[in-house]
């Protein structure tokens, strides 16, 4: 019985995640009334849309910016990976930790950092470089579509980093022992053998950036908009900061966002699909190989160290930089005696700092939890049990990646403007989103783990009188750690970084430290920006590293 209700639970809760959103979105995008009353079903919010002559070049400025954004992302985090685990190049360990770091920064802040330092008027590298005589009016601007894509590219490639380093580490090398005895060289194999095995990852890798990058609100939000370049998540998102909010239009608008990205989750699908033909290990025995890069080894990896020293030391020096002066200024000994902590004395009496603070922990660590143990329930279901359908419950679960952040902030404001739950305005809203947009990380991590445990195990404690609900927690709970801790590390810290669906729902009770960022730097105060920054990336590191310390002590993390 106890079985019965707690799988019925959670297959009720995971249909209504991901199900209620979608469908009432897609009524509110039909309704020519505001959320709370009762309107005509009607295609007119989407006949405005689409006749908006801003419409089309809002789906090219998209594309553009995605396109961009995934391609140089993909580049980047390639290369990297591919010197960290195939090459003996130097200082491999140090570039792997960097981009790491970088992982951890939330997006609104690796923004803030790339308008302090490439910005037209108060960009430290434009300062800088004007003050020699012969480039006076030298400027880089990124407030334009090359630099929307650079600053979302520095978001994305850690991302691109850590999956393509999977992809070579678990590669089998003998094709490319073969190649190199037939007399190729370390390029030409790479070329030819190398990245030809790994075409399904890299494809695979490009499409999710792209979904990423399409559904990116942080850049288009602080650089595009002060450019003119508006793209779908942030024409939504001005649809509803009018003095009346068009609700219709901004669903119309988010139809529209939600199928782009869900064509980006279908090729997904076709090409880790197609993953099969291109296998190399099997059951056969095979080890990994470092490539022998003789004196090229110094020059890669200088090489490596000056992509992470300009897109995560460079920007993280420059936040703690500006958080210490008074005002933007190069870096100079003139500069010294102005340092001070003023900006972090004064963040913490901002009256929403501390709430911020606190609203975001319990979220964090809150829905991390929650979302965990719900797709371990999950993933029993879909692994373990032969209940009918499973494998649609496990659809269910995955159906919010294709979901952008600001379309489901615009779902649950219209689905809790609807029904009588006074949830709008607190926290509860905010752990629904979250809990919504995190189901498909915990549950390919949790179905991963399942996937590993004996049912013999299972079994010997079914027969020694334990109920199914003792040996989920006794036996399969503890044996699922791996997966468990690494899923809610990774949810604890999207989760303090998420902006995207947080702007639509957040009041002054629930507001949260993105949503802080954002607001602080919209009044124009950059030191306290920078402060708060600084705070939360160590903040973020305390926590990664205090997750791993823990399982480690429980000796299920490496």
Not at 1 to 7: D, F, H, P, Q, T
Not at 13 to 24: C, G, K, N, R, S
Not at 87 to 113: D, K, Q
Request: hydrophobic share 55%; with cysteine; aromatic share 12%.
């Amino acid at each position: 019985m106890i079985l019965v209700l707690v799988l019925l639970v959670a297959v009720l809760l995971v249909a209504y995640f991901a199900l209620t959103p979608l469908l009432i979105l897609l009524y509110g995008s039909l309704s020519d009334a505001p959320p709370g009353t009762v309107g005509n079903i009607t295609l007119i919010n989407y006949t405005r849309a689409y006749l908006d002559p801003e419409f089309y070049p809002l789906i090219w400025n998209t594309l553009k910016f995605a396109l961009g954004s995934s391609l140089l992302s993909f580049l980047l985090g390639t290369y990297l990976a591919w010197v960290c685990e195939r090459t003996n190049a130097p200082l491999r360990g140090l570039t792997t930790m960097l981009v790491i770091v970088l992982f951890i920064i939330p997006g609104v802040l690796e923004t803030v950092a790339w308008i302090l330092l490439l910005s037209p008027q108060i960009g430290l590298i434009n300062l800088g470089v004007r003050q020699f005589k012969w480039l006076p009016d030298f400027s880089l601007n990124v407030y334009s579509l090359e630099g929307m894509i650079w600053a979302e590219s520095m978001n994305l490639y850690p991302l691109v980093f850590l999956l393509m380093s999977a992809a070579f580490r678990s590669q089998d090398v003998a094709m490319e022992e073969a190649s190199l005895t037939c007399g190729a060289g370390n390029f030409a194999t790479l070329r030819k053998i190398t990245l030809r095995l790994v075409t399904p990852a890299m494809l695979s890798v490009v499409l999710i950036t792209f979904i990423r990058a399409v559904e990116s609100f942080e850049v288009p939000a602080l650089i595009g908009v002060r450019a003119g370049i508006f793209v779908f998540t942030t024409k939504i998102y001005s649809a509803l900061q009018r003095l009346r909010p068009h609700y219709g239009i901004a669903g119309a608008y988010s139809v529209t966002l939600l199928l782009l990205s869900i064509i980006g989750v279908f090729f997904y699908y076709r090409m880790t699909k197609a993953a099969e033909r291109f296998a190399t290990i099997t059951g056969k025995g095979y080890r990994p190989r470092r490539i022998d890069m003789g004196a090229w080894k110094y020059l890669i990896g200088f090489s490596c160290l000056l992509i992470v020293g300009l897109t995560v030391i460079f920007p993280l020096t420059n936040l703690i930089w500006s958080s210490l002066t008074p005002y933007m200024a190069v870096p100079s000994l003139e500069m010294v005696p102005k340092l001070s902590l003023k900006s972090y004395q004064e963040l913490f009496q901002f009256p929403f700092a501390r709430k911020a603070f606190l609203n975001s922990m319990l979220l964090s660590f809150g829905s991390a939890t929650a979302v965990m143990l719900l797709t371990s329930c999950i993933s029993w279901i879909t692994v373990k049990s032969q209940i009918r359908g499973r494998s649609l419950i496990d659809n269910l679960a995955f159906l919010p990646i294709a979901i952008p952040g600001i379309v489901l902030g615009v779902s649950l404001l219209v689905l809790y403007l609807t029904i009588p739950i006074p949830i709008y305005g607190t926290l509860w809203i905010l752990f629904i989103a979250y809990m919504t947009k995190y189901l498909p990380y915990g549950i390919r991590a949790t179905s991963a783990s399942m996937i590993q445990i004996g049912k013999e195990l299972e079994e010997a404690s079914v027969v020694s009188g334990a109920g199914w609900l003792q040996t989920f927690r006794k036996i399969l709970l503890p044996l699922l750690m791996p997966g468990f801790v690494a899923g809610w590390i990774y949810i604890a810290v999207v989760s303090l970084r998420e902006l995207s669906t947080s702007i639509l729902l957040y009041t002054q009770e629930s507001i949260v430290l993105s949503i802080l960022v954002f607001d602080l730097w919209e009044s124009g105060l950059y030191s306290s920006v920078s402060a708060l920054g600084v705070l939360m990336v160590l903040f973020l590191m305390v926590v990664t590293w205090g997750a791993r310390r823990i399982g480690a002590r429980i000796g299920y993390i490496e």
